[in-house]
């Protein structure tokens, strides 16, 4: 249950929750003329600019840390003994594999 609120719920609620939040604060910081002094004159270039270099260190952990190599043979996932034996890559004899 923990896996499915951490991965799935959460991601989808909480920025819809951050943003009720922000326009409930906007809409308090309207000034005598009526304009809302936030939405107006917010930080928009630095919140889009922080995105996008989140977005990239993001990508860029992932491609670094993930996968396997390119080379090996991909052994599907399998019933066996009673339980699922998960898929996995087999390293080529000869490449990529440990020189010891």
Do not use: C, F
């Not at 991965?7 to 929750?17: D, F």
């Not at 270099?53 to 840390?65: D, P, Q, S, Y």
């Not at 090996?72 to 019933?79: C, K």
């Amino acid at each position: 249950m923990t896996r499915i609120l951490l991965q799935y719920l959460l991601p989808l609620i909480l920025p819809t929750l951050v943003y009720l939040l922000w326009v409930r604060i906007a809409g308090r910081a309207r000034t005598a003329e009526g304009v809302n002094r936030l939405a107006s004159e917010g930080p928009w270039l630095w919140l889009i600019v922080a995105g996008v270099v989140l977005m990239g260190a993001v990508l860029a952990v992932t491609a670094w840390t993930g996968g396997s190599g390119p080379t090996g043979t991909y052994v599907a996932p399998r019933w066996e003994g009673g339980r699922v034996v998960p898929g996995h890559v087999v390293p080529q004899p000869g490449k990529g594999a440990d020189p010891r």
